[in-house]
């Protein structure tokens, strides 16, 4: 299940047997529960990552799936070097993140959706300024890095602008371009397009592709939407419970998920739901178009008795959704709330 | 060392001008400090005014002057140089922006102790030195003086940002504590007045337990020209060794936030 | 009615949930308040080094009384309404208690008093300690303290009004932090943190005697040190439920103003 790429050497990210606990308090509600909570507090160790194995390429794009409390901040955590593992090995670009070396976190970046590093009252070009003292980058390489930018993610006009007064979009293209400024070899992307609108989506794909392309990044991608990963990974990590559940490509995730799929119909006579149940299951029908799901082996057969039986004027089989090929994969425990937001301290 | 002084260059220049966005502070702020001196003189001049007394803890009124300008400047020092950045410790981890600080190929403590400025309470500084010089104008001061002085105020200041620091960085275990640095402003409120002013066994204290003797009064001393060697050369001996054990606790505490094992 | 005391005792039962979980930041909160103590050591050393160990009748122990006191009243009078409020206002996040069906100061007030209960036991832990510490004496009189309560409850009263005031400058101003220090400094000088009253010069104790501050900090420590009348605390009570009723209509009258420029700029 968990691939162990030929060549681990020249592996960009290398991780063997992660492991990372955490000690979490409990306070019950209430009056009775505050005076408790005020003589001695309750806690307990909540193992977010146990023993997770990958080796990713350089270049490699890989989407990171899993639901909410998985684990997948955790791991990126431990792979940009802000959380030491309880246990296991990690080497990113050579290093190892938990030492913080300076020549390492030159190589990195992380950027975490909800969170944002430009200056709130200064124009997001100051932030561009101060970072690029930081990292000690060239003028030269600066301009050009800048100028590439620019046009990628049509930041024209908006680089004069201060942070505060951005809409959130445009705050997220500033976020990406000076997480970005110094030519990170390794980008670890924690929901990098959560809240945007759809178009502003796209243009934080476009951008992430154009720069993997440019520069030969690595790139690990979070995300809870299905069209960041099938736009920009070929390769699928899914962690659920601190562990690696699936490893490989897209298409194979599809495959081993929902065992069915999707045939669509255009009728030229309308058939109810029940004539259509006898050839599949989920059955949807709305006017002169249906829906209905049939196990994969039986495709070919069920295709064929549709069209003689009934009067179809079109017919196509496409794979189901991402969506439900996760919701299947994670069976009962799709739509379970995920861990609840506290604030752990590790071990 | 030259990037350093370079990254220095920069964030200045970015806080100044985020400052300088909000100018309506301003006029706010030079009142707070002529608030601020003026009651603290006030103090001095009800224990002066009494009837019959002339000297406090054997101090005239120009030489406790002396204290109440050293007093004045440092609580500038801490509102320009030092709080603004202190006081984002405690924030950056609560909000998980210290993530960002640690990810930048900078030393973390530098950037966190020189990220901000603010730049509105500088009238404080100028207040504080404006108080030192007319109480040393009617004192005799020498060069010898006034340079050690100088000096012993420079250790004072390191001494004042070690402890900030220290109290700031147990913002990484008491994540909701953002008033930890508020334990100094309490203690320091009897950096007002020379150490000889407060009963023996509290001179003490503030010479041995907190070294707050060390930041106003010993400075005052060098320009009143009753310094004793002992004193003098402990203020910087203070200083190296704070700055050492806050620089661990710094470290430590980084380490614990990423749980770095032992 | 019922509906009310219903409605009180939840918000009160979950502010007191908020501030149990702040008890460190409160007792740091009280440590910090020291200029009393500070004042008290260095008058009591001047006592101790004056002639006939007094100044104006106050000797050593005297000046640790007095002082100690007027410690304990500025912790029970301690108001940070004007800072949450700054905060609010600039934030935003006051948008959303304009929602609800209730004024917005009663979820302070509720705080506030939730807090003093969680102050009241490391606060009389503390008083003890340092009364046996500087060998101070409080009075003997039993009136001397429910009068001093009665005066500092009435005295949080009107200095949380006008606190709640002066955070509400916030629709208007970025610097209502320094105008609040401003005014803490003035409390605290009129009060007579920095000596007991008689002690200023004549100029400042007429002009004190118009503020509210002398009746709510100055004189319950009096009374506690047992250098105050029952008749003064009386005169005393008067004076603030004055201040009380015009700094409730000018809470008011700034608060709606307030309301009306927010609601223009857009909450």
């Not at chain 1, 154009?210 to 390769?235: I, P």
């Amino acid at each position: 299940m968990t691939g162990d790429r030929g060549g681990a050497g020249d592996a960009a990210v290398r991780v063997r047997d992660l492991r990372k606990g955490y000690v979490v308090h409990e306070k019950e509600p209430g009056f009775l529960g505050s005076l408790r909570s005020f003589v001695s507090r309750r806690s307990r160790v909540v193992e977010a990552v146990r023993g997770v194995s990958f080796d990713l390429a350089p270049g490699e794009v890989v989407g990171f799936l899993g639901p909410n409390g998985a684990g997948k901040t955790t791991t990126l955590k431990m792979l940009s070097g802000l959380l030491h593992p309880s246990g296991g090995e990690v080497r990113v670009a050579g290093f190892e993140p938990g030492r913080r070396e300076n020549a390492f976190l030159r190589q990195i970046t992380l950027v975490m959706g909800q969170k944002q590093q430009l200056i709130w009252d200064l124009p997001a070009l100051d932030s561009f300024l101060v970072n690029q003292a930081i990292y000690e980058i060239p003028d030269a390489q600066f301009r050009a890095t800048m100028a590439e930018f620019t046009e990628v993610l049509g930041l024209e006009g908006i680089l004069k602008k201060q942070v505060r007064k951005l809409s959130l979009g445009e705050r997220m293209k500033c976020e990406l371009a000076t997480a970005l400024l110094h030519r990170p070899k390794v980008l670890f992307l924690d929901e990098p397009t959560i809240g945007l609108d759809v178009n502003m989506q796209e243009s934080v794909r476009a951008f992430v592709q154009d720069y993997n392309a440019r520069y030969g990044a690595t790139v690990m991608l979070t995300s809870h939407y299905m069209a960041d990963v099938t736009a920009l990974a070929r390769r699928i990590l899914v962690i659920d419970r601190g562990e690696v559940v699936f490893d490989g490509d897209l298409a194979r995730l599809a495959e081993q998920g929902g065992g069915g799929k999707t045939v669509r119909l255009q009728l030229r006579r309308p058939a109810t739901a029940d004539e259509l149940g006898r050839f599949g299951s989920e059955v949807r029908v709305d006017g002169l178009s249906a829906e209905l799901t049939v196990p994969r082996a039986l495709v070919s057969e069920r295709a064929a008795a549709l069209l003689a039986e009934l009067d179809v004027a079109d017919l196509t089989v496409e794979d189901p959704s991402i969506e439900s090929v996760m919701a299947s994969l994670f069976g009962a425990r799709a739509g379970q709330a995920g861990q609840p937001e506290r604030t752990p301290e590790p071990v | 060392m030259k990037r350093y002084l370079r990254l220095v260059r920069i964030f200045v220049g970015a806080t100044l001008s985020a400052q300088l966005e909000y100018r309506a502070n301003f006029l706010g702020a030079v009142l707070a400090s002529l608030g601020e001196v003026g009651v603290t003189l006030l103090g001095l001049s009800i224990l002066f005014g009494q009837p019959g007394v002339t000297q406090v803890g054997g101090w005239s009124f120009r030489e406790a002057l002396l204290v109440t300008g050293f007093f004045m400047l440092t609580e500038g020092v801490i509102s320009v140089f030092i709080q603004p950045n202190m006081s984002k410790i405690a924030e950056a981890v609560r909000t998980g922006n210290m993530d960002f600080t640690l990810l930048k190929p900078i030393d973390a403590q530098f950037n966190v102790s020189t990220r901000n400025l603010n730049v509105l309470r500088f009238p404080d500084l100028l207040i504080g030195l404006g108080l030192i010089g007319y109480a040393a104008s009617g004192l005799d001061v020498t060069p010898g003086g006034a340079l050690a002085a100088a000096m012993l105020y420079g250790s004072a200041v390191v001494i004042v940002y070690c402890i900030y620091l220290g109290l700031s960085t147990t913002a990484f275990w008491f994540v909701k504590t953002q008033n930890v640095t508020e334990l100094f402003s309490g203690v320091f409120g009897a950096a007002r007045f020379p150490v000889a002013a407060f009963p023996v066994p509290v001179r003490f204290v503030l010479t041995f337990v907190l070294p707050v003797a060390f930041i106003t009064t010993v400075p005052a001393q060098a320009l009143t020209g009753a310094l004793g060697g002992g004193l003098a050369l402990a203020s910087p001996l203070i200083a190296a060794a704070l700055f050492l054990g806050t620089r661990w606790f710094w470290r430590y505490a980084v380490a614990s936030y990423t749980s770095a094992s032992s | 009615m019922r509906a009310l005391a219903f409605k009180a005792r939840v918000l009160f039962a979950t502010r007191f949930a908020e501030m149990a979980e702040y008890r460190a930041e409160v007792v740091i909160w009280m440590l910090s308040g020291t200029l009393s103590l500070v004042m008290m050591l260095v008058w009591m050393a001047q006592a101790a080094a004056a002639p006939g160990g007094q100044i104006r009748g106050y000797s050593a122990p005297e000046f640790a009384t007095y002082f100690l006191s007027t410690w304990l009243v500025s912790q029970l009078l301690v108001v940070w309404v004007s800072h949450e409020l700054d905060f609010q206002i600039r934030q935003g996040t006051l948008s959303p208690q304009l929602l609800r069906p209730v004024d917005p100061m009663w979820l302070h007030v509720a705080s506030h008093v939730a807090e003093r209960l969680v102050r009241i036991v490391p606060l009389l832990v503390m008083v003890g300690v340092f009364t046996w510490l500087s060998g101070a004496s409080f009075t003997r009189e039993w009136w001397a303290y429910p009068a001093a309560l009665g005066l500092a409850a009435l005295g949080f009263s009107v200095r949380f009004l006008y606190e709640y005031a002066i955070g509400l400058l916030a629709f208007w101003t970025e610097s209502s932090a320094s105008f609040q220090e401003v005014v803490w400094l003035v409390y605290a000088a009129l009060g007579g943190m920095f000596a007991p009253l008689a002690f200023y010069p004549e100029w400042v104790q007429r002009v004190a005697v118009w503020t509210p501050f002398p009746y709510m900090l100055g004189l319950p420590a009096q009374l506690l040190a047992g250098k105050a009348t029952l008749a003064q605390a009386g005169r005393g009570a008067l004076v603030l439920l004055v201040w009380l009723a015009v700094f409730w209509v000018v809470r008011l009258i700034v608060w709606r103003v307030g309301l009306r420029k927010y609601g223009a700029v857009g909450a």
